[in-house]
Nanobody
Framework: QVQLVESGGGLVQPGGSLRLSCAASGFTFSNYAMSWYRQAPGKERELVASITRTGGSTNYADSVKGRFTISRDNAKNTVLLQMNSLKPDDTAAYYC?????????WGQGTQVTVSS
């Protein structure tokens, strides 16, 4: 079955960096676009970044453009989110997502907390 496992979250000071990783299994990873979402307490889940199946095209939320970079390694079935210049507003649970055979699959999430 489809499995997505996120890792790399933690507590970081404003201005710091984190790299999130999502390990995928149960489907042909290189055939599917991947996305990162986040959800802060009391807020709706929002799209952060997405990447096409080859990695040739990416898309970012305005709030993270220039600070976050999404990438993928199809040999390792992994999608990454490099987060730089982190702000307190980036505090959220971060999830990776794939749309496979008409259904959305999510990981369990990894918590990112930006605080001094």
């Amino acid at each position: 079955q489809v499995q997505l496992v996120e890792s790399g979250g933690g507590l970081v000071q404003p201005g710091g960096s984190l790299r999130l990783s999502c390990a995928a299994s149960g489907f042909t990873f290189s055939n599917y676009a991947m996305s990162w979402y986040r959800q802060a307490p009391g807020k709706e889940r929002e799209l952060v970044a997405s990447i096409t199946r080859t990695g040739g095209s990416t898309n970012y939320a305005d709030s993270v453009k220039g600070r976050f970079t999404i990438s993928r390694d199809n040999a390792k079935n992994t999608v990454l989110l490099q987060m730089n210049s982190l702000k307190p507003d980036d505090t959220a649970a971060y999830y990776c997502k794939v749309h496979w055979r008409g259904a959305a699959y999510w990981g369990q999430g990894t918590q990112v907390t930006v605080s001094s």
